[in-house]
């Protein structure tokens, strides 16, 4: 059994414009100590769906439908106490803007303690110790006397570092991380990524890893999910997502990464814009930016199915290439036609997806 | 617990000081140091709520007559297949703030020869009361495009055939159309 279930899950808004649906009909599971990526661009859904799992959603926004088991329980039934029991012990979540995430009239040290208080039995000395040991686990130097620093004397690598130390006071089974990096230096960032890896690594955390960066994923993901508009319309191993490309979408992700000695002259984009959600596109959410859409396209939305096969996703096994495009369901009449070009065929690149050998996904003529 | 920065009995400095200290607005709470005092939530703030005091005395008749809802769209004729851009406006008329008490979180919805948003499907809103507020003289506009097909099952859509069709919009209540919370347009499709 996976640890997380996700299943068929709605999210609402519901605005003056409009009923926005931010999540429609997702389905995913994780396994214990397996990191998952969900990937998309801003205003996917992917936030939306990661806080909706610990039923932090705001007003005006609601679950309208699924099922969130965690470990067995029903995260939607569970009572407003159960839920504090849970989150902080069981799931925890980096929040992206560590900054907002800290109380700035509290020590950093304190504010970690107190999670730990918060959800064990132990004195005050304990906590505070605690709370040294994780800020030294996360590569806070002197941590001991970092405890009492305030949210604004430290660095914003070192905030982020610390909204993970808080995450991990009490060693949940899954930590959800909001896009831990976006806003940091690249040279932080690496750092944050090499300790994610880390405590991935020894703690057997399963790790639910929502970002727009494709670098990312690579670097430290088992499996990736991709979003668009609400939507689950790929899930993959991370070698299979960056080799194989099976959805468009993907493969335009994956053509726009910027690369080092690049030849072209101008970035590569998907064209227009993510459809707005009060209003979606029929049929395939995609298909107005795609370049192989069909008239069949604008008319059937594709379910989500096994690239190989054409197998429903319910009826394929957890590590199954799933695509949702009318390729695989066999109402597309000229296929997609684009080619996934690895740069660097060294055997050091081959074993090592986000190394040297970054695969390069390019367009060919449409139809 | 409480931790109070005021000194206890009388405060003494002069009359500035004494209404910071009357203010209470030295008091924070340990546990939400930026949460207002519980006093001070039960006073309420010191201006006046207008939008709160304007659904308090204002007839809900009146609140009705009050509302203009228009919809419109960039063309009379469409060529079979061209996307209907559809421009949707709802104006306070009174410059007072007015709410609306709809029957659904939906405020309200546009429906192509009676069908919800071009669709066959039953809507997917929980059915409960919400309300549409306008500060006044509040003018409210919304874009729809309809690509002239209509929502058949969860996942598929078919196209319209060439003919007349009526695009209406309404707020969402049972009484809309007696109450004149509604408005509609016609278009024609051609080959």
């Known amino acids: 059994m996976a640890l997380l279930e996700v299943d068929d899950l709605v999210v609402q808004f519901y605005t003056d414009d409009g009923v926005v649906r931010a999540v429609d009909g997702i389905s995913y599971e994780i396994r214990a100590g397996e990191t998952v990526g969900l990937v998309g661009e801003s205003g996917a859904g992917k936030s939306v769906a990661s806080l909706a799992l610990l039923r932090l959603l705001r007003d005006p926004g609601e679950i309208v439908r699924g099922e969130i088991r965690f470990d067995g329980r029903d ?239 319910v009826d394929a096994g957890l590590d199954a290439h799933l695509a949702a495009c009318l390729e695989y369901t066999g109402d597309l009449e000229d296929g997609l036609d684009y080619e996934v070009r690895i740069r660097d065929e060294s055997e050091e690149g081959a074993a090592d997806p986000c190394g040297e050998r970054n695969p390069e996904s390019r367009r060919g003529e449409t139809r | 617990m409480q931790r109070a920065v005021r000194p206890k009995g009388r405060p003494t400095g002069g009359p500035t000081m004494r209404r910071i200290y009357d203010s209470r607005a030295l008091e924070r709470t340990n546990d939400d140091p930026f949460a207002p005092d519980e006093d001070e939530a039960r006073d309420g703030p010191r ?78 809103v929980p059915d409960r009361p919400a309300a549409f507020a306008f500060t006044r003289g509040e003018r409210k506009t919304f874009r729809r495009q309809w690509p002239q097909r209509i929502q058949v099952a969860d996942d598929e859509w078919e196209p319209v055939d060439p003919g007349t069709y009526t695009i209406a919009v309404r707020i969402a209540r049972a009484d809309a159309a007696d109450r004149g919370l509604v408005d509609s347009t016609t278009i024609e499709i051609t080959d």
Not at chain 1, 111 to 123: P, Y
Not at chain 1, 255 to 270: Q, V, Y
Not at chain 2, 68 to 74: E, W
Request: proline share 7%; with cysteine.
């Open chain 2, 47 to 124: 201006t006046i709520d207008w939008a709160a005091f304007s659904h308090a005395f204002m007839p809900t008749a009146l609140r009705h007559r009050a509302l203009a809802v228009s919809v419109s769209t960039d063309a009379r004729r469409y060529e079979s297949g061209d996307p209907v851009d559809i421009t949707i406006t709802f104006r306070n008329r009174l410059p007072f703030p007015i709410r609306l008490r709809t029957e659904s979180p939906n405020r309200w919805l546009w429906t192509v020869d009676g069908l919800r948003a071009a669709s066959k499907l039953p809507p997917a």
């Open chain 1, 75 to 313: 995260l939607r039934e569970c009572s407003a106490a159960d839920l504090r029991e849970i989150r902080g012990n069981d799931i925890a979540m980096v929040f992206q803007d560590a900054d907002a995430a800290l109380n700035p009239v509290y020590t950093v040290g304190e504010q970690i303690a107190e999670a730990i208080r918060a959800h064990e039995a132990v004195t005050d000395r304990e906590a505070r110790e605690r709370a040294i040991d994780l800020l030294e686990r996360v590569g806070i130097a002197d941590a001991t006397a970092r405890y009492s620093d305030y949210p604004h004397e430290f660095s914003g690598g070192m905030q982020q570092r610390a909204v993970i130390a808080m995450a991990l006071s009490c060693d949940p089974a899954l930590l959800i991380c909001d896009e831990p990096t976006t806003g940091l230096d690249v040279t932080v960032q690496a750092g944050i990524l090499e300790l994610l890896a880390d405590l991935a690594r020894e703690s057997e955390t399963a790790i639910q890893l929502v970002t727009h960066d494709l670098g990312v994923v690579a670097e430290l993901c088992d499996r990736v999910l991709v979003q668009y508009a609400g939507e689950i319309v790929e899930r993959a191993s991370v070698g299979d997502l960056f080799y194989d490309p099976k959805h468009p979408y993907t493969a335009g992700l994956l053509a726009s990464i910027p690369r080092l000695g690049d030849d072209r002259n101008r970035l590569a984009t998907i064209p227009g814009t993510m459809p707005s959600l009060v209003d979606p596109p029929t049929g395939c959410r995609f298909h107005p930016r795609c370049p192989f859409a069909e008239d069949a396209c604008a008319r059937r939305n594709p379910s989500l199915v096994e690239a190989a096969s054409g197998t429903s996703a």
